[in-house]
């Protein structure tokens, strides 16, 4: 892999690349899933951990708009109708809320409900592209990978929440996509902190067999050459 900045500090070795073929991607941070009242909290989960990272992923997100690098945005939500929820989706487990319902933040994971707006911490800006997706991964049933390719884009920064679902299965399909791949270790969490831990070293495994990890600093020092 060759390109016009180094992280030396990326793991599991630097990690080069061009900031001009270079986009962020920022998975879910909506307020469902990181505010207190929201689904997130009514499943029983801690949001104060996924809340700890705000700050440094707006740190991410400015860097890259300083950069003129992309800001892409997703929110995984469903159609009100929710033509587009399995049953197997909204069936499993045993929640007292499920997609749909009538939750703290109007309907549950439903498009244009306040729970599936983004936080307004990292509100998109002017121009930024937000993708509504069904599924966990941000490339199943989306435009994302068009708009890519249309784009020119090679180099993913990834930050949100959670490490090990939504994070992880798209920087997954990224990597089989060809794209090289960086995770912003400090702008993602998950509830839980073993399930983070153990994602990062998969994503880095190997010889970074899904993707590169660094911290947020050492991304920004770089966009900003």
């Given at each position: ?6 992280i030396?500090g990326a ?5 080069a690349?061009d900031p001009?073929?270079?986009a962020?991607?920022?998975i ?11 689904f997130g ?6 949001v104060?951990r ?5 700050p440094?992923v707006?740190a991410l997100?400015a860097?890259a ?8 945005h ?7 109708d929710?033509?587009?929820?399995p049953p197997a ?5 045993n929640?007292?809320l499920?997609?749909g319902?009538?939750g703290?933040?109007g309907?549950?994971?439903i498009a244009g409900?306040?729970g599936?707006d983004i936080v307004?911490?990292l509100?998109?800006?002017a121009?930024?592209l937000?993708?509504?997706k ?5 490339f199943?049933?989306t435009?994302?990978?068009?708009h890519l ?7 993913l920064?990834?930050a ?5 679902v ?5 920087m997954r ?5 060809g ?5 912003a ?7 839980f ?5 153990a994602a990062?070293?998969m994503?880095?495994a190997?010889?970074?067999i ?16």
């Amino acid at each position: 892999m060759s390109g016009g900045r180094v992280i030396a500090g990326a793991k599991p070795f630097p990690f080069a690349f061009d900031p001009a073929k270079a986009a962020v991607i920022v998975i879910d941070m909506q307020r469902d899933f990181v505010e207190p009242g929201g689904f997130g909290e009514s499943l029983g989960n801690d949001v104060l951990r996924l809340q700890a990272i705000i700050p440094t992923v707006a740190a991410l997100i400015a860097g890259a708009r300083a950069a003129g690098v992309p800001v892409i945005h997703t929110r995984e939500c469903h159609r009100p109708d929710l033509s587009d929820l399995p049953p197997a989706k909204r069936d499993r487990g045993n929640p007292s809320l499920r997609i749909g319902d009538a939750g703290p933040m109007g309907r549950i994971l439903i498009a244009g409900e306040p729970g599936a707006d983004i936080v307004p911490e990292l509100c998109p800006v002017a121009g930024e592209l937000v993708i509504d997706k069904p599924g966990k991964g941000a490339f199943y049933a989306t435009d994302l990978g068009d708009h890519l390719a249309r784009e020119g884009v090679t180099t993913l920064i990834f930050a949100g929440v959670t490490t090990e679902v939504c994070v992880q299965t798209t920087m997954r399909e990224a990597n089989d996509r060809g794209f090289e791949c960086l995770l912003a270790e400090d702008a993602t969490e998950s509830y839980f902190p073993e399930f983070k831990a153990a994602a990062v070293e998969m994503i880095r495994a190997q010889g970074a067999i899904v993707g590169w990890t660094a911290r947020v600093a050492e991304i920004v020092e770089a966009l900003d050459g």
